[in-house]
């Protein structure tokens, strides 16, 4: 099977983004984070991975056991942090469970003090002020950030590139009547309309992508509509366009692969804006669904609660760390396709 080669220049913008060694490992430093968040269930539930009871095997995480099998009386779902399950259990077999023995919305009602409760070897990070653990909702906190932050950025992506695409390629009067228009949309207050939609509908994941998407496609249109003015009139597309080739092709199969090189540098801080975004709706009240892990939620309790530094430190560290990677990661990619560095 022959070798995947890399061009010369795809060469030395790989080089390039290896010297940048601050990027270089940040990148790795989030993929590896990210990879570990992803798998959010293995490492913080209320659920063991895997237990035996009477020689037989189940795994909780991954299926819906009712209490009857483990000598209880209920149909519904076992609650296996129950002293009565948990010591039923243990008489009869074992079980295994993730490092954290809570999930996001599981709430400790075996405190000492009242919440919101120091760290301690149970909470390793405490709890909020409604028993619920800090660590388990700042890991699915940074999942579901990282996630929303990814889907927005490739939506934004798609269509930013597209109008940008359009409005450079025909000019005109399209690039007149869109560049009008976008004049008009970037002067509305993003945020303030992104309140009083969120405010109207109960918003959920995809329907704040959705609010969240109407702003955040304009970052990429000026760079890309520069691009295609720019290339519009080479001789390589000429002579494409003298060969009968379609407008669609030439724009996505030659003129689109050297715009993307000024977009792909955009990308991370287009992502650490969507998280950030995502983070004050949540602080502010108007993001996710009360009760869903989210970074900007938990902030607002470590505002609320000032007497409970471990929240905002929580909060704060995390956001810190997570915009601090992308943000070198962004600059590692810049510094990969800037033609000055040899």
């Known amino acids: 099977m022959k070798g995947f080669n890399l061009t010369p220049i795809q060469q030395r913008r790989l080089t390039n983004f290896k010297r940048n060694r601050r990027g270089f490992w940040s990148l790795w430093i989030f993929l590896a ?6 798998g959010a269930e293995l490492i913080a539930n209320d659920k063991p991975l895997l237990l035996s009871y009477q020689g037989d095997w189940y795994a909780p995480v991954f299926q ?7 000598g209880g009386f209920l149909p519904t779902e076992a609650d296996y942090r129950d002293p009565f399950i948990r ?3 243990q008489a009869n077999g074992w079980m295994l469970w993730p490092p954290i023995h809570f999930s996001y919305d599981t709430i400790n009602f075996d405190l000492d003090v009242p919440s919101p409760a120091p760290p301690s070897a149970e909470n390793w990070l405490g709890t909020d002020d409604q028993g619920r653990d800090v660590a388990a909702r700042v890991i699915y906190g940074f999942r579901i950030s990282v996630l929303f932050g990814l889907i927005l950025t490739i939506m934004s992506c798609i269509v930013g590139i597209a109008v940008g695409a359009i409005q450079g390629y025909y000019g005109g009067k399209i ?3 869109g560049q009008r228009f976008i004049e008009i949309w970037s002067g509305l207050p993003a945020l303030y309309l992104l309140i009083i939609l969120s405010s109207i509908v109960q918003p959920n994941f995809w329907w704040l992508l959705g609010i969240m998407l109407l702003f955040s496609w304009m970052g990429l249109v000026d760079v890309v509509r520069a691009e295609f003015l720019r290339a519009r009139n080479f001789e390589y597309v000429r002579a ?7 407008n669609s092709k030439i724009m996505f199969r030659h003129i689109l692969p050297n715009a993307m090189v000024a977009t792909l540098t955009f990308l991370p801080f287009i992502l650490t804006g969507a998280i950030t975004g995502l983070t004050s709706l949540d602080f502010l009240g108007f993001g996710l669904p009360p009760g ?4 900007g939620e938990l902030i607002a309790q470590g505002k609320s609660n000032l007497h409970a530094p471990w929240l905002g430190i929580s909060a704060f560290v995390s956001l810190a760390l997570m915009l601090t990677l992308l943000v070198f990661v962004g600059e590692a990619v810049r510094d990969a396709f800037d033609p000055r560095k040899n």
């Open 175 to 177: 690039d007149l009547l």
């Open 64 to 70: 819906t056991i009712p209490e009857e099998n483990f």
């Open 292 to 295: 869903s892990p989210s970074l």
């Open 33 to 38: 984070l990210f990879l570990l968040t992803l």
């Open 240 to 246: 494409a366009r003298a060969l009968g080739l379609g």
């Open 87 to 89: 010591d039923e259990i």
